[in-house]
Nanobody, 119 residues
Framework: QVQLVESGGGLVQAGGSLRLSCAAS????????MNWYRQAPGKQRELVAS???????NYADFVKRRSTISRDNAKKTVYLQMNSLKPEDTAVYYC?????????????WGQGTQVTVSS
């Protein structure tokens, strides 16, 4: 059974930094794209950043130059380093990954980690 578990969220003042982590576990043969999404109260879930298994990255305009997505394939983990945080970055951040497991290839989601930025 494949699982994604996020960590690293919390309360931070505006201008501060956080590093989110998401570790995949289970009978995994390969992990393709890994992504971070976020969902603020009353808003739709939106893509924050993505990274392919070869390391190519893509960012939403609202986090460009403030965030860095990276991954450690040996640890089956993706990271999101967020700097210069703003109150509007407050949201639940979710990890998402395209994973080939023993049973099938599918898209998996983590349970989310809360990020709160105070002004």
């Amino acid at each position: 059974q494949v699982q994604l578990v996020e960590s690293g969220g919390g309360l931070v003042q505006a201008g501060g930094s956080l590093r989110l982590s998401c570790a995949a576990s289970g009978s995994i043969f390969n992990i393709y794209d890994m992504n971070w999404y976020r969902q603020a109260p009353g808003k739709q879930r939106e893509l924050v950043a993505s990274i392919t298994n070869s390391g190519r990255t893509n960012y939403a305009d609202f986090v460009k130059r403030r965030s860095t997505i990276s991954r450690d394939n040996a640890k089956k983990t993706v990271y999101l380093q967020m700097n210069s945080l703003k109150p509007e970055d407050t949201a639940v951040y979710y990890c998402n990954a395209d994973i080939l497991s023993r049973d099938r290839r599918d898209t998996y989601w983590g349970q989310g980690t809360q990020v709160t930025v105070s002004s």
